[in-house]
């Protein structure tokens, strides 16, 4: 039986409005009509056949959107939205470049840089001047990140530390300068540091150095490159994604105001992750104070997230945590109101490895850091850092692995252990191909 039962809404094939038009030709012109598909009648038949399906694919289409298993596309998002639930949008990868080139060139908004190789382009959101680096000193405090010059060439610090007697030379990639690790950005002496994002949206990668070639040239300005990888971006959230994340909402609106709270904060546009603690006593726990809440948040605007955490907390209900927006209450007094954005804890690796030569692409070793940052991206906010678990993502995502030899793991550079580095959850691990780093051999098939 078709249309509305009760184990739901069942649609007729066109093959089945085929035979019921027959049927009711021969009740009205006899049984000895002719309906045969190349008749004329036949022909007509297949034509109000074709748009009785359309409206019968109208009718399947309406009694779904009322179902979240089967709605889809706008419909499943006008169910959402009954909830005040949105699609993601889709997002942009972000990654901040580095313009080596003449000391005073301007750099405005919309200068283009590509990646070699791909069809990835990224666009400088903010200006920028190029002004000359700092001399490399010995015997010097710097933070991780410093850019300096020595040898005709910049250099970056990838882990805080203090130099050394010997400057760092040639073209790297890396150069030792006591404790200090220096990274080879470049020939040149003055740079500036610039914010860009891609130009298309989506899970566009830009590992560190990738981006590499002047796409809108500027007098002044001679290379470019990016110190660390990209943030990749996402593709607008699929059906699959959104019915999952409905679920959990009305989970968690169901279960309890702490959960409903995490619901409300993780409909922020832009946040990822989002967890909350309660403290019930009526003394301090950890950081938290008595009666009072912490929200740990990934991504998302400050002031929205400071705004749902308000209008979803109970009242008299204190907040902690290392940020603090100023907002109003309904009945407009102010009100402080804080959360916690997690630490990245940066993570060095340094991987040994055996391989098939006929199966191991000439790249493989960087496809090894990359799979490996992809690995990390993945993880959930706390996951410790587990030896192991690299070792079997490299395996998964490179073929002609023949053995994972050593993995050593570290919170600074040249880890000499495979001991699990155990994160708190007001912490994620923070993986770049530059704290990578990748040695391969010839095995025994």
């Known amino acids: 039986m078709a249309g509305v039962t009760i184990n739901g809404f069942v649609t007729k094939t066109v093959s089945e409005l085929q035979e019921s038009l027959q049927a009711a030709f021969r009740r009205v012109f006899g049984k000895n009509v002719n309906v045969d598909s190349r008749s004329r009648v036949g022909q007509e038949i297949d ?27 706008v419909l499943l998002d006008n169910l959402c939205a009954l909830t005040g639930l949105t699609r993601a949008a889709p997002a942009k990868s972000k990654v901040a470049i580095l313009a080596i080139g003449t000391a005073g060139t301007v750099l405005p908004i919309g200068r283009q840089a590509g990646v070699t190789g791909s069809s990835t382009v990224f666009e400088t959101t903010a200006p920028g001047t190029i002004a000359a680096a700092p001399a490399w000193v010995t015997a010097t405090p710097y933070a991780e990140g410093a850019i300096v010059v020595a040898a005709g060439a910049l250099w970056r610090a990838t882990a805080a530390g203090t130099s050394g007697a010997s400057a760092p ?7 030792n300068d006591g404790s200090v ?32 070639s002047i796409v809108t040239p500027v007098a002044g300005w001679a290379a470019v490159t990016n110190p660390l990888d990209a943030v990749p971006g996402r593709d607008l959230e699929t059906d699959t994604e959104l ?11 169901g279960s309890s105001p702490l959960n409903a709270l995490i619901a409300k904060v993780s409909n922020v546009k ?11 006593t009526d003394a301090t726990v950890g ?11 990934e991504g998302g605007d400050s002031i929205e997230i400071a705004d749902a955490i308000l209008n979803a907390k109970a009242a008299g209900i204190a907040t902690f945590g290392t940020s603090l927006e100023n907002r109003t209450t309904s009945n407009g007094d102010p009100i402080d109101i804080r959360y916690t954005r997690p630490v990245l804890q940066s993570i060095w690796v340094t991987v040994a490895l055996s391989k098939d030569p006929s199966k ?12 490996l940052v992809e690995f990390g991206d993945s993880q959930v906010l706390g996951k410790d850092v587990v030896a192991s678990a690299l070792s079997g993502a ?10 994972v030899t050593s993995v050593l793991i570290g919170t600074a550079p040249a880890p000499v252990s495979s001991a699990t580095i155990v994160l708190s959850i007001r912490q994620r691990a923070d993986y770049d191909t530059t704290r990578i780093n990748v040695a391969s051999v010839n095995g025994t098939i």
Request: charged letters at 15%; a negative charge; proline letters at 4%.
């Open 47 to 73: 034509i109000f056949a074709d748009a009785l399906s359309d409206a019968w694919d109208l009718a399947e289409a309406v009694s779904g959107a009322l179902d979240p298993s089967s709605a889809t596309g």
């Open 360 to 371: 191991y692409p000439l790249n493989g070793d960087d496809l090894v850091k990359q799979a």
């Open 169 to 175: 030379t040639g073209i790297g990639p890396t150069h």
């Open 243 to 253: 019915r999952l994340r409905r679920q959990q909402q009305i989970a968690n609106v």
């Open 287 to 297: 950081t938290i104070g008595p009666h009072g809440i912490e929200v740990i948040v």
């Open 181 to 212: 690790v220096w990274a080879y950005q470049g020939a040149g002496s003055a740079f500036a540091l610039i914010d860009a994002e891609a130009t298309a949206t989506g899970r566009l990668q830009g590992f560190a150095g990738s981006v590499d």
């Open 270 to 280: 832009g946040v990822s992750t989002a967890v909350a603690f309660e403290n019930a």
């Open 394 to 403: 490299i395996f998964k995502a490179i073929p002609g692995v023949l053995d």
